[in-house]
């Protein structure tokens, strides 16, 4: 976790400054900052323009966000306090887990915690110990316990791809509306594309011979 504390210089005008401190880039406060005439070598911070600048440094003003004489008015370390509370809890939200001593084994071995074999979801359960040290998974399935080859070990997240709906289960799932909007659809597209010429009219045609003539025309436009 890294707490960054930066200064921003932002200039008005000529002579006219203001520095925002801010803490991992979120603004913390802000500070009139004194732009004066630079002599020759003089130091000064941020951007000198026809000799002003400046003389103040970035530092002060981080001072006076941590350690304000006015505190108490100002509670400018109030709200150094809230912004680095809510990095805290991002800090918190990616803290790494200790595993436990199953998951050690797992990922020694890179056995999956989780598979999917033999058509069943099973989770690992235990271990089995070989001759020469070597070791065997066994995995929980819903009709028991069960060693699992490493051919066998296909992770399974949870995100299986679903086989995509067909033409003919789309189109039995539509209501009464959506199957007129579809029928008055096929006609515009065909009559579009000059293919309903020899049709007297979709209407016409049966439910079956409607549908065939969409599909036909579907597969050409694939």
């Given amino acids: 976790m890294e707490i960054k504390i930066t200064?921003?210089?932002?200039?008005?005008?000529?002579?006219?400054?203001?520095?925002?401190?801010?803490?991992?880039?979120?603004?913390?406060?802000?500070?009139?900052?004194?732009?004066?005439?630079?002599?020759?070598?003089?130091?000064?911070?941020?951007?000198?323009?026809?000799?002003?600048?400046?003389k103040t440094p970035d530092t002060q003003f981080i001072l006076g966000l941590l350690a304000h004489p006015y505190e108490e008015i100002y509670k400018?370390?109030?709200?150094?306090?809230?912004?680095?509370?809510?990095?805290k809890k991002w800090e918190e939200a990616g803290a790494k887990v200790a595993p436990t001593p199953l998951e050690a084994i797992a990922q020694k071995h890179g056995w999956p915690m989780k598979i999917k074999?033999?058509?069943?979801?099973?989770?690992?359960?235990?271990?089995?110990?070989?001759?020469?040290?070597?070791?065997d998974p066994i995995y929980r399935f819903p009709g028991g316990d069960s060693i699992v080859g490493r051919d066998e070990m296909i992770p399974y997240t949870g995100q299986e791809k679903k086989p995509a709906v067909t033409n003919y289960e789309k189109i039995a799932s539509f209501s009464l509306d959506e199957m007129h909007?579809?029928?008055?659809?096929?006609?515009?597209?065909?009559?579009?594309?000059?293919?309903?010429?020899?049709?007297?009219?979709?209407?016409?045609?049966?439910?079956?011979?409607?549908?065939?003539?969409?599909?036909?025309?579907e597969a050409t436009q694939e």
Avoid at 38 to 43: D, M, Q
Avoid at 120 to 129: D, K, T
Avoid at 182 to 211: D, K, M, Q, W
Wanted: net charge negative; hydrophobic share 40%; glycine share 10%.
């Fill in 181 to 217: 909007e579809f029928l008055v659809s096929i006609y515009a597209r065909l009559s579009t594309r000059g293919e309903i010429l020899n049709l007297p009219c979709v209407h016409g045609l049966s439910y079956n011979e409607t549908i065939k003539v969409w599909l036909e025309s």
């Fill in 117 to 135: 074999a033999r058509g069943e979801i099973a989770y690992l359960f235990g271990v089995q110990p070989l001759v020469d040290g070597l070791e």
């Fill in 76 to 87: 400018l370390c109030e709200k150094a306090h809230e912004i680095i509370e809510d990095e």
């Fill in 7 to 54: 200064v921003e210089r932002r200039r008005a005008s000529v002579t006219q400054g203001e520095a925002v401190v801010l803490i991992n880039g979120t603004p913390a406060a802000t500070f009139g900052d004194t732009i004066e005439m630079v002599a020759p070598g003089e130091k000064y911070y941020g951007e000198l323009i026809g000799n002003w600048a400046s």
